[in-house]
Nanobody, 115 residues
Framework: VQLVESGGGLVQPGGSLRLSCAASGFTFSLYAMYWYRQAPGKERESVAGIDSAGVNINYADSVKGRFTISRDNAKNMVYLQMSSLKVEDTAVYYC?????????WGQGTQVTVSS
C-alpha cells in the first residue's frame, strides 16, 4: 500500500498550490480520503475529507472557501487545490485513506507560505 503526496513547496501569501496524492495497493474507490496537516509544534489536524464516491465533502473552518478537495477514482488520485494561502497554512500535508478499520497514511509534503 502506498500513498504518495506531491505538489508542495514554497509560495507567497495569497498564492495557490495544488497537492496530489497517488494511491496504490488497495481498492481506492472504496475508501474515504482526507487531507491532514501538521504545523511545527502543533497537533495533526484534519483539513478536508471526501467520501468514496466523491459526493460528501467537508472542510475545516479555517480553509473553507479557500481549499477544494477532489478525487479521480479512475486514476486513484486525490487532490487538494489551495488558494489564497496564508502564512498559517504552513505545515506538512498528509494524505489519509480510511475504510472501516483500515487506514493508510502518506509520508507528507511540505507547504511553506512565506514572503
Amino acid at each position: 500500500v502506498q500513498l504518495v503526496e506531491s505538489g508542495g513547496g514554497l509560495v507567497q501569501p495569497g498564492g495557490s498550490l495544488r497537492l496530489s496524492c497517488a494511491a496504490s495497493g488497495f481498492t481506492f474507490s472504496l475508501y474515504a480520503m482526507y487531507w491532514y496537516r501538521q504545523a511545527p509544534g502543533k497537533e495533526r489536524e484534519s483539513v478536508a475529507g471526501i467520501d468514496s464516491a466523491g459526493v460528501n465533502i467537508n472542510y475545516a473552518d479555517s480553509v473553507k472557501g479557500r481549499f477544494t478537495i477532489s478525487r479521480d477514482n479512475a486514476k486513484n488520485m486525490v487532490y487538494l487545490q489551495m488558494s489564497s494561502l496564508k502564512v498559517e497554512d504552513t505545515a506538512v500535508y498528509y494524505c489519509y485513506a480510511r475504510k472501516w478499520r483500515d487506514e493508510y497514511w502518506g509520508q507528507g509534503t511540505q507547504v511553506t507560505v512565506s514572503s
